[in-house]
């Protein structure tokens, strides 16, 4: 086991202007726990200074190693780097915009170990210092994920979690290509708890997460976790299917009636015939492309927390549930 209790995973995409204040805050919480611990910032191919100052604070913070990644790969891309390569036996996740506070490192890692769970989320309790816009969108976001995914998904928790080395151990060995953390970590289904903080102003620089980034995470999110896209042409075609049969009734009472010119009723229910059709064919090859994507992506069906055949079963903590975490 790694001498290490605590590694520290820091994403940055041109950070040069918020790494003194990051530095100024991150290290004496840190110092502050009495554990051994690392900081595994990633530099995600920045244009700037990010990778320089890193290394220039390296030299006097020992605890600070420097990955720096070939070409910016995005901001999911560079938290996976840092975990597939961090020691600890507790992992943090934590952007370097100091919006989610360091010092709350120390509550989750408290409650990690007092009541014996693999996964402490930092859940935002007061997003005041956001946009009116980024509040909303990022509310709609989690009430849809919630909806796709399943209510395991926690409300307003983002990247700010602390995790065990079981669950990190779990998630490398995942073949997912474009992971997403905040809803993937629910869905391996260890015992979880929460930590409330009030989310603070982006300490310098500006947002990396502009609405573009936005966008992409929320087709990644809904991509990666559910196959609804692809059956939306089966849901179109059933309405067209329907529609076409109302059609079909009015296209012979017209027809009955004598009031179209010759051939309409023949091409008019031939139309509706084929496109109803069309669309119910290409639904059912999304259902088939959906099974597809589902075995290419692997994921296991199950995780074995216990088994009683062990030789020598893990010990289990007197309460293994949210329910005792703050």
Known sequence: MSSIVLSVVVPMYNEEAVIPALVERLRPALDGLGVSYEVVAVDDGSADRTAQLLFENGRTWPELRLIK??????????????LHRSLGEWVVSIDADLQDPPETIAEMLHTAQEHGLDVVYGVRSDRSTDTFFKRHTAGAYYKLMRRMVGADVPS???DFRLLSREVVDVLKVLPERTPVY???VPSL?????????????????ETKYPLRKMVALAWDSAANFSAAP?????????IAFAACIALMIFGIVVYSNGTVIPGWTS???AVLLLSAVQLICLGLLGEYVA????TVQNRPTFHIGFDSAAAEPPAIPQQRTAAGAR
């Open 267 to 269: 091409l008019f229910l």
């Open 69 to 82: 990644l070939r070409h910016n790969s995005g901001h999911q891309a560079a938290l996976t780097a840092g």
């Open 230 to 238: 692809l059956r939306i042409a089966t849901w179109l075609g059933a």
């Open 189 to 205: 289904g260890f015992s979880s708890g929460k930590v409330a903080y009030a989310r603070e102003k982006r300490a310098a620089g």
């Open 291 to 294: 099974r597809i994507y589902k």
């Open 182 to 184: 905040r809803l993937l």
């Open 156 to 158: 307003q928790a983002g």
